[in-house]
């Protein structure tokens, strides 16, 4: 994927820059046994209404077990309990890839310890949390970065990123810790904003827009950015900085003179493509990303974390 080998090289980039930063001395906690959701409820009314490391750990305990035993069944109605936006579309889109023999399927991921990074702002309905986890198949012990936020009056994983395989919590090197944060105030809300469009300017500017595939047919990529749509988390930061998650959308568009098709199989295109001619073909591919920078101006952020893309959907224009 053209936009997906050019943040490829921007992390590699990065990561000696990254590697600099202080790191903390934090030491993740251990997941905790989980709680029924009435006990989690009645607990999140401590310290003031406000939510507590040890209850945040229970949440994500909860849905990311039940994030993983959708996934590992290939179950999609097990996901809306535990997922909404950007995250719930993603891995819907994978559980049918897998089940129809599009892309295989992964290993599973246990909890190793959890770090939660709960904003002070009041009363709150985003927070994140650091999971590192061990892959079941390889041993590995990768980190992914969580955001949670309230849908439907409880609390779901709405952003899923791969936070690498270095020991230290992959957020450490900005100075973020377990337990409460900075507030997030309307303005750091809107710089989190300006993080992510900036990037998909960036990316815009510097990918390949136009290609051919093999077959003739003329491909032409752009990037855009759905802050309504899938959301924009983030924390503030020590530095006046901010951490921004979001999804990237590449969007390729393939043409081809007489037309492209999709027979009976679905082969071609995927499941989610209706059998037919078509006069383009648009794949939206969604790339889960965080980043850091002052969210002002017209500077690339800083920082960089990423997920695998996933296609989530195709859509076609029917042939004249």
């Given amino acids: ?14 990561a000696v820059t990254a590697s600099s930063c202080g790191q903390s001395s934090a030491t993740p906690a251990p997941a905790p046994t989980p709680k029924s959701t009435s006990t989690a409820a009645a607990s999140a009314r401590a310290a003031h209404g406000r939510l ?3 209850v945040a750990r229970t949440i994500v305990t909860r849905l990311w077990l039940g994030r993983e035993t959708a996934l590992a069944s290939l179950a999609v109605g097990l996901l809306p309990p535990v997922e909404t936006g950007a995250a719930a579309a993603a891995d819907r889109a994978y559980v049918e890839a897998v089940r129809c023999a599009c892309q ?24 994140f949390a650091q999971v590192r986890t061990t892959n079941t198949t390889s041993g590995d012990h990768p980190w992914y970065v969580l955001a949670i936020t309230r849908a439907a009056g409880s609390w779901k994983i709405a952003h899923v990123t791969l936070g690498g395989y270095n020991p230290r919590p992959p957020l ?14 309307p303005h750091d809300a809107a710089r989190m904003v300006h993080l992510a469009v900036r ?15 093999n077959y003739g047919a003329t491909v032409r990529a752009r990037g855009v950015v759905r802050p309504g749509a899938d959301g924009v988390f983030g924390l503030t930061l020590p530095g006046g900085k901010v951490l921004a998650c979001f999804t990237l959308h590449e969007l390729d568009t393939y043409s081809l003179r007489g037309g492209l098709a999709q027979d009976d199989s679905r082969q071609q ?33 800083g920082l960089w974390l990423q997920y695998t893309p996933q296609h989530v959907g195709v859509t076609g224009t029917p042939l004249a």
């Fill in 52 to 54: 507590t490391p040890a």
């Fill in 104 to 127: 295989p399927q992964k290993a599973e991921h246990t909890i190793l310890a959890i770090l939660p990074e709960i904003p002070r702002s009041a009363p709150g309905d985003t927070f």
């Fill in 172 to 185: 450490s090197g900005l100075g973020v810790a377990a337990g409460a944060t900075a507030a997030v105030s």
């Fill in 1 to 14: 994927m053209r936009f997906a080998g050019l943040v490829t090289l921007l992390l590699a980039a990065l």
């Fill in 199 to 213: 990037e998909t300017a960036w990316a815009n500017a510097h990918a390949h827009r136009t290609s051919r595939t």
């Fill in 269 to 301: 295109w995927g499941a989610q493509l209706a059998p037919g001619a078509y006069g383009t073909i648009t794949v939206d591919t969604a790339e889960p990303e965080c980043a850091a920078g002052t969210g002002v101006g017209r500077g690339v952020p």
